[in-house]
């Protein structure tokens, strides 16, 4: 399995951006889906997951200028990003939990990381 994450970049304050990863390879079924930051110096962090069945839960950070979303047939997870602010600058990471057969057990996969860069 594998998860690749695109869409980060650098864009002035108040920009947006639009990140994408899609999980790859053996799967079965896939659960939750998320996506994390981790800043310079920093620890990394949850920014929003989303369930299979679309409830959502968002870092207060970003509550109302971001949104995750999923495409189930694509095996895919957004999270597009509005009114960015220099303090959004960080890596994003996609995680999602995925059984790659029938009656495995879900484990978390990670992508690669995309940066995202705010300039103000």
């Known amino acids: 399995v594998q998860l690749q994450a695109c869409g980060g970049g650098l864009v002035q304050s108040g920009g947006s951006l639009r990140l994408s990863c899609a999980a790859s390879g053996s799967i079965f079924s896939i659960d939750d889906m998320g996506w994390y930051r981790q800043a310079p110096g920093k620890q990394r962090e949850v920014v929003a997951r989303?369930?299979?069945?679309?409830?959502?839960g968002y870092a207060d950070s970003v509550k109302g200028r971001f949104t995750i979303s999923r495409d189930n047939a694509k095996n895919t997870v957004y999270l597009h990003m509005n009114s960015l602010k220099p303090e959004d600058t960080a890596v994003y990471y996609c995680?999602?939990?995925?059984?790659?057969?029938?009656?495995?057990?879900?484990?978390?996969?990670w992508g690669q990381g995309t940066q995202v860069t705010v300039s103000s």
């Open positions: 995680r999602s939990k995925i059984a790659q057969y029938i009656g495995n057990s879900y484990i978390d996969y």
């Open positions: 989303i369930t299979v069945g679309g409830s959502t």
